[in-house]
T-cell receptor, first 117, second 112 residues
Framework: DAGVIQSPRHEVTEMGQEVTLRCKPISGHDYLFWYRQTMMRGLELLIYFNNNVPIDDSGMPEDRFSAKMPNASFSTLKIQPSEPRDSAVYFC???????????????FGPGTRLTVL | KQEVTQIPAALSVPEGENLVLNCSFTDSAIYNLQWFRQDPGKGLTSLLLIQSSQREQTSGRLNASLDKSSGRSTLYIAASQPGDSATYLCAVSGQGAQKLVFGQGTRLTINP
């Protein structure tokens, strides 16, 4: 398996522009997570999906952020309009809940480093 | 609200030493605990997952322990090597919840 795939790996944009980050989870996984990592705040969960349905978006910082999962193999995180304080590394992760004795180990993608000028 | 703390924030040791990284959490009602490794500019690699009913897990030179009642976990690395240099992150998930709460990590440097 190729693991969790994210694109682009690096994104540099100007304040006010729309940014779209993409993620392909591991095939067969039923949970997908979006995290953000900064030096100040560490790793924070933004939103997660189960079977393509958003379950908890309480970590999404504000209305400028939105996430979708149109099918089991693709998710996007969009920022519109972007601001310099959105600069961070954004990670996507996936896990498989399986049967009653699955332990939901999360597997992370390589991340997208976003710089907003 | 669950909080995870990792001490120390940074650690530098000579090659060959055995070492222990610490993780503590405030709410003992966890579902599992994961230890990750992060190399500079890279994603997170899962090292070990301990279920709430377990006390330890081993993988090669790594051993992770869990004491739920005291809210602590340790990651033991035996015979450290320069290739072990990385940031090690601890994360817990709560009962009935999938989301992980992360510590700030311990930046480990192994000197040849």
């Amino acid at each position: 398996d190729a693991g969790v795939i994210q694109s682009p790996r690096h994104e540099v944009t100007e304040m006010g522009q729309e940014v779209t980050l993409r993620c392909k989870p591991i095939s067969g996984h039923d949970y997908l997570f979006w995290y953000r990592q900064t030096m100040m705040r560490g790793l924070e969960l933004l939103i997660y999906f189960n079977n393509n349905v958003p379950i908890d978006d309480s970590g999404m910082p504000e209305d400028r952020f939105s996430a979708k999962m149109p099918n089991a193999s693709f998710s996007t995180l969009k920022i519109q309009p972007s601001e310099p304080r959105d600069s961070a590394v954004y990670f996507c992760a996936s896990s498989f809940s399986g049967g009653p004795f699955s332990y939901n180990e999360q597997f992370f993608g390589p991340g997208t480093r976003l710089t907003v000028l | 609200k669950q909080e995870v703390t990792q001490i120390p924030a940074a650690l530098s040791v000579p090659e060959g030493e055995n070492l222990v990284l610490n993780c503590s959490f405030t709410d003992s009602a966890i579902y599992n605990l994961q230890w990750f490794r992060q190399d500079p500019g890279k994603g997170l690699t899962s090292l070990l997952l301990i279920q709430s009913s377990q006390r330890e897990q081993t993988s090669g030179r790594l051993n992770a322990s869990l004491d739920k009642s005291s809210g602590r976990s340790t990651l033991y690395i035996a015979a450290s090597q320069p290739g072990d240099s990385a940031t090690y992150l601890c994360a817990v998930s709560g009962q009935g919840a999938q989301k992980l709460v992360f510590g700030q990590g311990t930046r480990l440097t192994i000197n040849p």
